[in-house]
C-alpha cells in the first residue's frame, strides 16, 4: 500500500513536470509596462445608448479607482480602427487595452479573412508596446459563427485574454439594452465588471 502511494505520488510530480495539467498558453505581458488603461473600439466602447458618464469606460474607472481613457468611435471597423491606432493607443503608453470590435464588421458583410487579419494585426502591435490586450467578443446567436470562431483562434494563437461574449445574457434582456444592439444604463453596469474581472489580475 506505501509503494503504491509512492508511485501515485511520483507519477503525479512527473506529469506535473511535463505540463499534463497546464492551463494553457501564459498570457503575453502578464505583467504589462506602460501607464494607461485604454478601451479602444465601436460604439459598445463609447457608450451609445448609455446617459452622461454611464459608459463602461466610466463605470469602470469608478470600479477600479484609475483614469480610464474612452477610444470608442461609433460604427468603426476593424479597418476603421487600424488607421488611428497608433493615435488612439500605441502613442498613449497603454498598460491595459480593453478592445470591442467586429460588430460593424459583421453587419456590413466584412469577410471573415480581412476581420481576422485586422483583429490579429490590431492585438500584435499593442502588445508590442508591452500591454495587455482584452478583447470583448461578441458572439450574436444565429448569426455571425465564423466571427466568432474567429475570435477564439487569433486570442489564442496571439494570448490575448478573451471574454467568451461581453454580451451574454444582455442582449436577450429588453430591460439591459437601449435598442437591439446596444446596452443601456444597467447592461453598459454588466459589461463593466465583465472588462473588470478580467483585467483584475494584470492591474
Request: include cysteine.
Amino acid at each position: 500500500m506505501k509503494r503504491a502511494i509512492l508511485f501515485f505520488g511520483f507519477v503525479i510530480v512527473v506529469l506535473l513536470g511535463c505540463g499534463a495539467f497546464d492551463s494553457g498558453p501564459e498570457i503575453r505581458n502578464s505583467r504589462p509596462t506602460g501607464e494607461n488603461i485604454i478601451c479602444f473600439g465601436d460604439s459598445l466602447t463609447s457608450g451609445f445608448g448609455a446617459s452622461p458618464g454611464m459608459d463602461y469606460p466610466s463605470q469602470l474607472e469608478g470600479i477600479i479607482g484609475k483614469p480610464v481613457i474612452n477610444a470608442g468611435v461609433e460604427g468603426d471597423t476593424t479597418t476603421g480602427a487600424l488607421t488611428r491606432l497608433d493615435k488612439d493607443v500605441l502613442n498613449r503608453s497603454p498598460h491595459i487595452v480593453l478592445i470591442t470590435l467586429g460588430g460593424n464588421d459583421l453587419m456590413i458583410g466584412v469577410s471573415e479573412k480581412v476581420f481576422s487579419t485586422n483583429l490579429r494585426t490590431i492585438i500584435e502591435s499593442i502588445q508590442e508596446t508591452g500591454a495587455v490586450v482584452v478583447v470583448g467578443g461578441i458572439e450574436i446567436p444565429f448569426w455571425g459563427e465564423e466571427f466568432w470562431e474567429v475570435y477564439k483562434q487569433v486570442c489564442q494563437e496571439t494570448r490575448a485574454v478573451l471574454i467568451d461574449n461581453i454580451l451574454q445574457g444582455i442582449l436577450e434582456k429588453p430591460e439591459l439594452m437601449a435598442d437591439l444592439i446596444h446596452p443601456n444604463d444597467a447592461g453598459y453596469t454588466i459589461v463593466a465588471q465583465r472588462f473588470y474581472k478580467a483585467m483584475k489580475p494584470y492591474l
